[in-house]
C-alpha cells in the first residue's frame, strides 16, 4: 500500500460515506466501466459541478477495484449482483491521483508535479523490491518496465484533473507542461488497464487535436452517458427524506422544501437533478441554509458575469425573478482564459454549477443559488441599476411594513427614471423582476415565493414571515391598471388563506397580512401603490 498504488484513502474515504445514514448507492456505475477493462476506448472523463458527488465517484471506483484485502464493503451494493464482481473486486493495482493535493509551500509547478512523479516511483519501487528500479527514469518509462518484465497493468483513477488550472502560480507554460504529463503518462501506454478521470472543466480542445483526444468526454448539459450517477433523482431524494424523517426527533425540511431549494439542475436527457451535498448537510444539519461555499475565484458568481456586464444585466434581473433566458451553450475548456459573448459566459457559469441548461435556456437552478446571486447583487457597484435597486431594498421593506406609499412609488419611479433598461413593462413579467430587485432585502427575513398558487389563483409574489409574529405580506402587480384593482384581486382570489396552509403545520400567525398593489401606467408613466391590512 502505498501513497498513490494501492492506497488505503480511497478505501477509507468511501466506507466513511456508506457508514452515513443518507448514503445512496450508485455503484452500478462499475459495469459500464468494467467492460472496458483493457479495452482501446478505456480512457473515461467525466465532468460535473462542485459538491455533484464526483470524489465519492472515484473513492468508490478504487477502493472496488484495488486489492485491499477486504471486499465485504461491496457485498450488499448493486454491484454484487454484477456476474463479473467476483472476477473483478480487489484483483486489480490502482494509482490513485487526488490532483487539488499539493506538498506543503507549494509555489511552482515543478514542486507540485514532483510529488506526484517522486511518489509514484517510490510507490513502484516498494510493489516491485525484486526488480532493478532505476529512480531517474520518466514515471512512465518505469511503468513500461513493470509491464514488460511482469505483465501487470494499472487502473488509474484521477480526481480533480484540471485543480492545476486554478493554482495561483500556475503560468501558461505549466498548464501546457501538465497536459503533456497526462499525455506521456496514459496516452499510448500497454500499461494503462482503464482511466477514470473527473474534474469541473472539459478537457482542452486544440484546433490540430487535443494531447487527450483518447479520452471520452462526458459533461452534463451535453451528454446523457452517466448521467444517473451523479447528482440525487428526485426518487434517491424521496427515499433519503424517508430517512431522515424516521432519524429525526423534530423534522424541520418538508419534501417541497428540498425541492425548492436544492432542486433545478438537469441532466442532458432533461432529467432533473438535486445539489447532493446541499441536500445531505440540510438533512444532517435539520436546517435549510445556503450550503454552496465558495471554493475560490472559480466558484464565484462575479468572477463570469465581469466580462460582459452591459450585456447580461438584464437577463440578470430576469433570471434572478425566475425567468429563463434563451442561450446556446458553447464548449467551455481548461485553456479558456477569456469569455466575451454571452453564450461564452453562461456556458462557463453551466459548468461551474452557477446556472443550469435545459432545452436552449439558461436560469438559475434553485434557492439556495438565488441566495448567492443576492448577495452578490448588493455587493457589485459596477451591476449599476442592479446594485443601486439591490441597495434600496431595505427601505422598500419598510415603507411597505409602514404603509409609506409615497416613499414605495418614489423608489419605483426612480427605478424608470434612471432608465433601466429593461423597463419597457410590455408586461407584467418585466414588472415583477424590478419588483423582485427592490424587495431583496426581504429574503433576509421573509420567505418570498413568487406566483405561487394561493386561494382561487396565482398571486405576484407571497413574502412568508420567518418569525410568526412578524407580518405577511401579499403583493400583486398590475400593468394599465390600478393598486385598487390588484388589491381587489387579492381579497376576492382569498390568497390571504395561503398563510393558514403554510404556517398553520408549525404555529399560528400573529402578525399583520398586509395586501400590497402596485400599477404602472404605460400612457402616463406612472407607478402607483397601495398598503392595505386584510
Given at each position: 500500500?502505498?501513497?498513490?498504488?494501492?492506497?488505503?484513502?480511497?478505501?477509507?474515504?468511501?466506507?466513511?460515506?456508506?457508514?452515513?445514514?443518507?448514503?445512496?448507492?450508485?455503484?452500478?456505475?462499475?459495469?459500464?466501466?468494467?467492460?472496458?477493462?483493457?479495452?482501446?476506448?478505456?480512457?473515461?472523463?467525466?465532468?460535473?459541478?462542485?459538491?455533484?458527488?464526483?470524489?465519492?465517484?472515484?473513492?468508490?471506483?478504487?477502493?472496488?477495484?484495488?486489492?485491499?484485502?477486504?471486499?465485504?464493503?461491496?457485498?450488499?451494493?448493486?454491484?454484487?449482483?454484477?456476474?463479473?464482481?467476483?472476477?473483478?473486486?480487489?484483483?486489480h493495482d490502482v494509482i490513485y491521483i487526488d490532483f487539488s493535493e499539493m506538498p506543503r509551500e507549494c509555489c511552482t509547478y515543478h514542486e507540485y508535479i514532483a510529488r506526484i512523479q517522486d511518489g509514484l516511483i517510490r510507490d513502484i519501487k516498494e510493489a516491485y523490491q525484486e526488480m532493478n528500479i532505476d529512480e531517474d527514469i520518466a514515471v512512465w518509462d518505469l511503468l513500461s518496465q513493470v509491464f514488460n518484465r511482469t505483465g501487470h497493468k494499472f487502473i488509474f483513477v484521477m480526481d480533480e484533473w484540471d485543480a492545476v488550472f486554478h493554482m495561483s502560480f500556475i503560468t501558461q507554460k505549466d498548464r501546457e507542461n501538465y497536459l503533456l504529463f497526462l499525455k506521456l503518462l496514459l496516452k499510448g501506454q500497454s500499461y494503462v488497464e482503464l482511466a477514470y478521470m473527473t474534474g469541473v472543466l472539459p478537457i482542452a480542445k486544440y484546433s490540430d487535436g487535443s494531447e487527450l483526444n483518447m479520452f471520452l468526454e462526458y459533461n452534463m448539459a451535453t451528454r446523457i452517458r452517466f448521467s444517473e450517477y451523479f447528482g440525487f433523482s428526485d426518487e434517491e431524494v424521496d427515499m433519503i427524506y424517508k430517512r431522515y424523517l424516521k432519524n429525526t426527533k423534530k423534522p424541520q425540511?418538508?419534501?417541497?422544501?428540498?425541492?425548492?431549494?436544492?432542486?433545478?439542475?438537469?441532466?442532458?436527457?432533461?432529467?432533473?437533478?438535486?445539489?447532493?451535498?446541499?441536500?445531505v448537510c440540510a438533512l444532517t444539519d435539520n436546517q435549510l441554509s445556503n450550503y454552496w461555499v465558495s471554493s475560490g475565484r472559480y466558484d464565484s458568481i462575479f468572477t463570469y458575469l465581469q466580462y460582459n456586464v452591459d450585456q447580461i444585466q438584464n437577463d440578470l434581473t430576469l433570471m434572478f425573478a425566475g425567468e429563463k433566458i434563451p442561450s446556446g451553450i458553447q464548449e467551455y475548456a481548461a485553456t479558456a482564459q477569456e469569455l466575451k459573448t454571452k453564450e461564452e459566459i453562461y456556458s462557463a457559469m453551466v459548468v461551474y454549477g452557477l446556472l443550469t441548461y435545459e432545452n436552449g435556456?439558461?436560469?438559475?437552478?434553485?434557492?439556495?443559488?438565488?441566495?448567492?446571486?443576492?448577495?452578490?447583487?448588493?455587493?457589485?457597484?459596477?451591476?449599476?441599476?442592479?446594485?443601486?435597486?439591490?441597495?434600496?431594498?431595505?427601505?422598500?421593506?419598510?415603507?411597505?411594513?409602514?404603509?409609506?406609499?409615497?416613499?414605495?412609488?418614489?423608489?419605483?419611479?426612480?427605478?424608470?427614471?434612471?432608465?433601466?433598461?429593461?423597463?419597457?413593462?410590455?408586461?407584467?413579467?418585466?414588472?415583477?423582476?424590478?419588483?423582485?430587485?427592490?424587495?431583496?432585502?426581504?429574503?433576509?427575513?421573509?420567505?418570498?415565493?413568487?406566483?405561487?398558487?394561493?386561494?382561487?389563483?396565482?398571486?405576484?409574489?407571497?413574502?412568508?414571515?420567518?418569525?410568526?409574529d412578524q407580518d405577511g405580506i401579499i403583493l400583486e402587480l398590475k400593468v394599465n391598471q390600478t393598486p385598487d384593482d390588484a388589491i381587489a384581486q387579492i381579497k376576492e382570489r382569498e390568497y390571504a388563506l395561503r398563510f393558514k396552509g403554510k404556517l398553520a403545520e408549525k404555529t399560528v400567525h400573529t402578525g399583520r397580512i398586509l395586501a400590497v398593489g402596485i400599477g404602472y401606467n404605460k400612457v402616463t408613466k406612472e407607478h402607483a401603490c397601495k398598503v392595505e391590512e386584510l
Open positions: 500500500m502505498g501513497q498513490f498504488l494501492n492506497s488505503k484513502e480511497p478505501y477509507d474515504r468511501f466506507k466513511s460515506v456508506m457508514n452515513g445514514i443518507y448514503f445512496v448507492d450508485k455503484s452500478d456505475i462499475l459495469e459500464e466501466l468494467i467492460p472496458a477493462l483493457q479495452q482501446e476506448q478505456r480512457f473515461f472523463c467525466i465532468t460535473r459541478p462542485r459538491r455533484f458527488g464526483k470524489t465519492v465517484m472515484a473513492n468508490m471506483i478504487a477502493a472496488f477495484f484495488e486489492d485491499t484485502g477486504d471486499e465485504s464493503l461491496f457485498e450488499h451494493l448493486h454491484i454484487s449482483q454484477y456476474d463479473l464482481y467476483e472476477a473483478q473486486v480487489g484483483k425540511i418538508s419534501r417541497e422544501n428540498l425541492r425548492e431549494w436544492y432542486d433545478g439542475y438537469h441532466t442532458a436527457a432533461g432529467e432533473r437533478l438535486y445539489n447532493p451535498r446541499s441536500v435556456r439558461v436560469f438559475i437552478p434553485n434557492k439556495e443559488l438565488m441566495g448567492s446571486y443576492a448577495a452578490m447583487m448588493k455587493k457589485e457597484k459596477s451591476l449599476g441599476y442592479i446594485y443601486r435597486l439591490a441597495n434600496l431594498s431595505e427601505q422598500m421593506l419598510q415603507a411597505t411594513l409602514a404603509g409609506d406609499t409615497g416613499t414605495m412609488t418614489q423608489i419605483i419611479q426612480y427605478a424608470h427614471n434612471t432608465e433601466v433598461p429593461i423597463l419597457s413593462y410590455n408586461n407584467e413579467t418585466e414588472l415583477s423582476a424590478i419588483v423582485n430587485l427592490v424587495y431583496l432585502s426581504a429574503r433576509d427575513r421573509y420567505r418570498v415565493e413568487r406566483e405561487d398558487r394561493a386561494g382561487k389563483g396565482y398571486v405576484d409574489f407571497i413574502f412568508y414571515p420567518l418569525r410568526a
